[in-house]
């Protein structure tokens, strides 16, 4: 899916079809934190996977048709005890959103945490993960262009995967970067 392989049009896929792939996901699985959690999996496996995909339809019916998927999924797993009259009406869950100019003020603020928790990293550790996230280049490259060691490139990764992960926000946006760049190197 080369449309969607730089990060800026894919946060422009998510925000167009975040909302309406949580409502999906929520009148099957009637629960909003599993529905955003479900659909926060699917965008960040079809971001591991953005180059294998191949989409013969609409991205938006594609979309719909693995969150109602792993919707399905999740409601096989539950128990069978789950009280139906306890749950949140749609109506509520609706209105719960932000609005589109408190969307965009989310996300800017997200990419400055994002870019903060990057600078904070040491100069050369920034520098590799850089390398790595943004410019595209293995592990191997990485270690010839800075004339350093694979196992230095992996350490210095590792450090900063780590990092990240313990300082990554309870924001729902930002954790999905974080993810991004997380599972694009499973180390």
Do not use: C
């Not at 591991?48 to 797993?77: D, G, M, P």
């Not at 400055?112 to 293995?138: A, I, T, W």
């Not at 350093?148 to 780590?162: H, L, P």
């Amino acid at each position: 899916m080369a449309e969607y392989s730089d990060i800026a049009s894919f946060e422009m896929l998510f925000k167009k079809h975040y909302k309406f792939l949580v409502l999906v996901a929520f009148q099957l699985t009637k629960d909003e934190g599993a529905s955003e959690d479900l659909v926060q999996d699917f965008f960040i496996n079809f971001w591991n996977r953005r180059n294998e995909v191949v989409i013969q339809t609409s991205f938006q019916s594609f979309a719909t048709r693995a969150v109602k998927n792993l919707s399905l999924t999740h409601i096989k797993k539950q128990p069978l005890s789950v009280e139906l009259n306890e749950q949140t009406p749609l109506e509520n869950f609706q209105t719960d959103y932000l609005e589109e100019e408190e969307a965009i003020q989310l996300k800017e603020s997200t990419d400055e945490k994002v870019l903060s928790l990057v600078n904070l990293l040491p100069e050369e550790r920034k520098k590799v993960f850089l390398q790595y996230v943004v410019d595209g280049l293995s592990y191997a490259d990485i270690a010839r262009v800075n004339n350093i060691s694979i196992n230095t490139v992996k350490t210095q990764m590792k450090r900063a995967y780590a990092f990240l992960k313990a300082k990554a926000s309870e924001d729902p946006l930002s954790v999905i970067f974080i993810a991004i760049l997380l599972g694009k190197g499973k180390i």
